[in-house]
């Protein structure tokens, strides 16, 4: 597949004359242009829940999601992953990324090093991925060598496999179980996929982590109950959201965190299921840390 031959490559006709319009001009194109990205979407929603359901399946066994692309979209990988912990209290290896030429790259452009198929392959060997983890390569382009090797390393280690690209019967998907790929169009500045590529490869991203964790427990009703406490806001946050959830007032959600460890699950389960601490802490273990589950008894 040739650069020429991508949806993504090709030029815009409705903003042919970029540097010559106004700025009000520009930012409206650019606004009109990026609300066909939804649209885009939708009509690959299928292949999502399909994904949604490996990863979740994946959480539930223990095992782990990893992104991995290069240049604009190995940030996006990037960027769900570090998100993962502080939304919904994961393990700090539940969810990880691979970006081509390292940390270094999430600040600085290290292009050359997408072309390395060896490098993706031997990437991806050190996370040593298995049956129990699912790995999602992301690339606009769809034919991006580091991305494409690596996928193809993971699925060979029995690990399911998901490509999430911009242009359609990409190499990509075909490394792929399961294939996202949405047709954003032409880039208002030609092959600039940091744009409406990049704004649906993160609409992607968030339904992919967020569909999963509220399928395996970590969500309660649409609430973050899972958050750490680790400032005076999620503080606040956490006592809102017993406020909410059980009718106490502010007091004893207080005194009920307190008693809990300043853990919000416990402290639901405390007052919920109206238990010790030992006890609540007990059914969360056997929950697995599905707080429904463990409310549920």
Same mark, same amino acid.
């Given at each position: 597949?040739?650069?020429?031959?991508?949806? @993504?490559?090709?030029?815009?006709?409705? @903003?042919?004359?970029?540097?010559?319009?106004? =700025?009000?001009?520009?930012? @409206?194109?650019?606004?009109?242009?990026?609300?066909? +990205? $939804?649209?885009?979407?939708?009509?690959?929603? $299928?292949?999502?829940?399909?994904?949604?359901?490996?990863?979740?399946?994946?959480?539930?066994?223990?095992?782990?999601? /990893?992104?991995? %692309?290069?240049?604009?979209? %190995?940030?996006?990988?990037?960027?769900?992953?570090?998100?993962?912990? *502080?939304?919904?209290?994961?393990? *700090?290896?539940?969810?990880?990324?691979? /970006?081509?030429?390292?940390?270094?790259?999430?600040?600085?452009? =290290?292009?050359?090093?997408?072309?390395?198929?060896?490098?993706?392959?031997?990437?991806?060997?050190?996370?040593?991925? %298995?049956?129990?983890? &699912? +790995?999602?390569?992301?690339?606009?382009?769809?034919? !991006?060598?580091?991305?494409?090797?690596?996928?193809?390393?993971?699925?060979?280690?029995?690990?399911?496999?998901?490509?999430?690209?911009?242009?359609?019967?990409? *190499?990509?998907?075909?490394?792929?179980?399961?294939?996202?790929?949405?047709?954003? %169009?032409?880039? &208002?500045? =030609?092959?600039?996929?940091?744009?409406?590529?990049? @704004?649906?490869?993160?609409?992607?991203?968030?339904?992919?982590? =967020?569909?999963?964790?509220?399928?395996?427990?970590?969500?309660?009703?649409?609430?973050?109950?899972?958050?750490?406490?680790?400032?005076?806001?999620?503080?606040?946050?956490?006592?809102?959201?017993?406020?909410?959830?059980?009718?106490?007032?502010?007091?004893?959600?207080?005194? !009920?965190?307190?008693?809990?460890?300043?853990?919000? *699950?416990?402290?639901?389960?405390?007052?919920?299921?109206?238990?010790?601490?030992?006890?609540?802490?007990?059914?969360?273990?056997?929950?697995?840390?599905?707080?429904?589950?463990?409310?549920?008894?």
């Amino acid at each position: 597949m040739q650069l020429k031959e991508l949806t @993504t490559e090709r030029r815009n006709r409705a @903003t042919r004359d970029l540097d010559r319009m106004s =700025t009000l001009e520009i930012v @409206t194109v650019m606004n009109q242009e990026d609300m066909t +990205v $939804p649209r885009a979407i939708r009509r690959v929603l $299928p292949a999502i829940a399909q994904a949604v359901d490996r990863v979740a399946e994946s959480f539930a066994k223990g095992g782990r999601l /990893i992104y991995v %692309g290069s240049g604009t979209s %190995g940030r996006i990988g990037a960027l769900d992953a570090s998100e993962a912990l *502080p939304t919904f209290g994961t393990g *700090p290896g539940m969810v990880q990324f691979l /970006i081509a030429g390292g940390e270094k790259a999430l600040t600085r452009a =290290t292009e050359a090093s997408e072309d390395s198929v060896e490098l993706g392959r031997a990437d991806m060997a050190r996370k040593k991925p %298995g049956k129990r983890d &699912v +790995v999602v390569g992301i690339a606009a382009s769809g034919i !991006t060598p580091y991305t494409i090797s690596a996928l193809k390393y993971a699925r060979s280690k029995g690990a399911g496999t998901i490509a999430i690209a911009c242009n359609r019967s990409s *190499p990509l998907g075909d490394a792929a179980d399961v294939r996202i790929e949405v047709e954003v %169009g032409p880039e &208002v500045l =030609t092959g600039s996929s940091r744009l409406k590529a990049g @704004t649906a490869q993160k609409l992607i991203c968030n339904m992919l982590t =967020t569909a999963a964790m509220a399928r395996t427990g970590y969500v309660y009703s649409n609430l973050m109950v899972n958050l750490h406490l680790k400032n005076n806001k999620l503080l606040q946050r956490g006592v809102l959201i017993l406020e909410s959830l059980t009718g106490v007032d502010a007091k004893t959600a207080m005194e !009920t965190l307190q008693q809990a460890g300043m853990s919000v *699950p416990v402290a639901l389960i405390m007052i919920q299921s109206r238990v010790s601490k030992t006890e609540a802490a007990r059914r969360l273990r056997n929950a697995r840390g599905n707080v429904r589950k463990a409310i549920e008894g």
